[in-house]
């Protein structure tokens, strides 16, 4: 089985903190994503990786970056947290980037930022 | 512009009664489409995709899903409800004009009553 695990469950930072919410998976997947999920809003795609050190951005990059150092692990940083990041975050990873691909998803990180 | 949507943001159902969950796509070409279940403070589940093949398909936990390209439509369905149903589902398109990204919905909250 897939197996995509995430760092935290839940996280409470101050506004202005440097965030690092980090994401390890075991298959070798390829592709990597990063979600925040809002009520009424569904999942959306914040930034993605389709290898080692390359990264583009999905639909809501901004106050965001991330980091792909290795195959396996896929960072996202809030350079400085404010309180409209306060969501949930969740990492997937996909063998590859086709169409078709199904994505395996993380158990997602709670983010508070009073 | 919208690429997908789900018609009802909650849906109640008492157990052993059909469920049914309904999703309608936006698309110039041949999607791939999916359901996935998030249950309560977990990630997210892939049920059942379709991807250009047979269009009733099967998923996991007994759900199916008819793709009906004259309405656009990819409603989800179960014959009978069960109490471990209750979770949060996700009606998720895929399309090439996206760069094969996966575009979801804003989910369906399904409630079942005892």
């Avoid at chain 1, 951005?57 to 809030?78: N, T």
């Avoid at chain 1, 306060?86 to 998803?105: D, I, N, P």
């Avoid at chain 2, 049914?20 to 796509?25: F, S």
């Avoid at chain 2, 379709?50 to 099967?58: E, F, N, R």
Wanted: glycine letters at 8%; one cysteine or more; aromatic letters at 12%.
């Amino acid at each position: 089985d897939v197996k995509v695990t995430q760092s935290s469950r839940y996280l409470v930072k101050r506004t202005g903190e440097k965030v690092f919410l980090e994401c390890v998976q075991d298959m070798d997947h390829e592709n990597m994503f990063w979600y925040r999920q809002d009520p009424g809003l569904g999942l959306r795609l914040i930034y993605f990786s389709y290898d080692v050190k390359m990264k583009e951005k999905g639909d809501i990059p901004e106050g965001y970056s991330v980091s792909r150092e290795k195959k396996e692990r896929f960072s996202l940083i809030l350079e400085s947290a404010s309180t409209n990041q306060t969501s949930m975050y969740l990492c997937a990873s996909s063998l590859r980037g086709g169409v078709q691909e199904t994505q395996y998803f993380g158990p997602g990180t709670r983010l508070l930022v009073l | 512009a919208q690429s997908v949507t789900q018609l009802d943001s909650h849906v109640s159902v008492s157990e052993g009664t059909p469920v049914l969950l309904r999703c309608n796509y936006s698309s110039s070409y041949s999607p791939s489409l999916f359901w996935y279940v998030q249950h309560p403070n977990k990630g997210l589940q892939l049920l059942l995709k379709y991807t250009s093949a047979a269009t009733l398909v099967k998923g996991i936990n007994g759900f199916e899903a008819e793709f009906k390209k004259s309405e656009t439509s990819f409603h989800l369905t179960k014959p009978s409800a069960h109490m471990s149903d209750a979770a949060e589902y996700f009606c998720v398109v895929s399309r090439m004009e996206y760069g094969n990204k996966l575009v979801f919905g804003a989910g369906t909250i399904l409630r079942v009553k005892s």
